[in-house]
């Protein structure tokens, strides 16, 4: 099997799957759970490189007609049905998942979650070739009260019965999964350090320790708190950062737009810092949460705005931290375990790139 060192078509954040792992399921290493010919429900005397020649065929000609018909839709048009219908549909199906139900409205803590598609414990959220992933868009259902990824991610971290999900229009496709626990991680200490700011509240800090939330505090005077105010401030906004993104599930542009709701704190600020201070700060703080993530021109359409805790696969030039999908993993291997898809460029689907040649 031919195979490179990084994965071009795939970027991971949030430590989902390392690039270890990646690469035993490229090799095929028989100790990775899921790999093995009796996983995949083949029949009798069939070969796992015939079933992958076989599914990567099928979608190589499923896109070569989507393109067709992609190019004889109206510019503003946003192309979902016939990237449902021709493209993505077809991709599930072939990656053994059947054909996808339609998903039932699902209604939590009042507001509605119109994802498209349900296949058992999995949410599936199949949007148009026109409909970025990561912005809303009016009159778009499941794309207009929050941009598809913020829809998926909210759904996951406030749903008790959901890990893992995909949102997909079929230019790249992100896998997520439910990230409340990773947040939780992240807020507890940062709120410990703005609510432990006497000396009566050390034990109740060394008794969060003893959880393993912080180090033990061993001062002998002081507090474990933060009490500069511009320290206060900042950690603040970091807090506020976590929660737009990794709970709600916005990117920094819509969190821009939320804070835009506050005039008489901006305008408090501005009198104080001659800026509007905390949005500055929660701003930087989500950007720089981006970390690694890859830009907007090396991602088509991968924003500043995703979030950790996510794979995203996608017709990427290759970036840092990225790795380059083998063809047998990007025809049908991964998607058995939920762990990736095919990338959705020209040239994926190439004769060069038939699973097994080198």
């Known amino acids: 099997m031919a195979f490179r060192n990084s994965f071009s078509t795939i970027k991971i954040e949030g430590g989902l799957l390392s690039s270890d792992y990646l690469r035993q399921i490229a090799s095929g290493n028989g100790q990775v759970p899921g790999l093995s010919l009796d996983a995949y429900h083949l029949s009798p005397g069939q070969r796992l490189s015939d079933a992958?020649?076989?599914?990567?065929?099928?979608?190589?000609?499923?896109?070569?007609?989507?393109?067709?018909?992609?190019?004889?839709?109206?510019e503003k048009?946003?192309?979902?049905?016939?990237?449902?219908?021709?493209?993505?549909?077809?991709l599930f199906q072939e990656l053994g998942y059947g054909r996808l139900l339609t998903a039932?409205?699902?209604?939590?803590?009042?507001?509605?979650?119109?994802?498209?598609?349900?296949?058992?414990?999995c949410p599936i959220h199949l949007m148009g070739w026109n409909v970025p992933i990561d912005k809303r868009v009016a009159g778009v259902a499941g794309?207009?009260?929050?941009?598809p990824h913020g829809l998926v991610q909210q759904f996951l971290n406030l749903s008790e019965d959901y890990l893992w999900g995909f949102v997909s229009n079929g230019r790249l496709l992100r896998v997520l999964?439910?990230?409340?626990?990773?947040?939780?991680?992240?807020?507890?200490?940062?709120?410990?350090?703005?609510?432990?700011?006497?000396?009566e509240m050390i034990d109740y800090w060394n008794a969060r320790a003893a959880e393993g939330w912080v180090e033990t505090f061993n001062g002998a005077a002081g507090s474990p708190g933060?009490?500069?105010?511009?320290?206060?401030?900042?950690?603040?906004?970091?807090?506020?950062?976590?929660?737009?993104?990794?709970?709600?599930g916005l990117t920094a542009s819509e969190m821009e737009y939320v804070l835009e709701d506050f005039p008489t704190l901006a305008k408090r600020q501005i009198d104080r810092y001659n800026e509007f201070l905390t949005k500055r700060l929660i701003l930087e703080a989500m950007v720089a949460s981006a970390g690694s993530r890859p830009s907007p021109s090396?991602?088509?359409?991968?924003?500043?705005?995703?979030?950790k805790n996510t794979i995203i696969l996608t017709n990427a030039t290759s970036t840092k931290d990225s790795c380059e999908v083998t063809n047998e993993t990007r025809g049908y291997a991964f998607a058995k375990e939920g762990d990736g898809i095919v990338d959705f460029s020209d040239r994926a689907f190439q004769p060069s790139n038939r699973p097994g040649q080198s």
Request: proline share 3%; hydrophobic share 40%.
């Open 177 to 199: 999964r439910n990230n409340k626990t990773v947040a939780r991680r992240q807020l507890v200490p940062l709120a410990l350090k703005l609510t432990c700011c006497g000396w």
């Open 143 to 147: 794309a207009s009260r929050t941009n």
């Open 226 to 248: 933060i009490e500069d105010e511009d320290r206060r401030l900042q950690i603040r906004a970091e807090i506020d950062a976590i929660v737009a993104r990794d709970v709600f």
């Open 104 to 121: 039932k409205g699902t209604n939590i803590s009042g507001s509605d979650y119109p994802i498209s598609h349900v296949w058992g414990h």
């Open 52 to 74: 992958i020649s076989s599914a990567w065929n099928v979608m190589r000609g499923r896109w070569t007609a989507f393109k067709d018909a992609l190019n004889g839709l109206p």
């Open 298 to 307: 090396a991602s088509d359409g991968v924003n500043e705005g995703c979030q």
């Open 77 to 90: 048009d946003h192309a979902i049905s016939i990237t449902r219908d021709r493209l993505l549909l077809p």
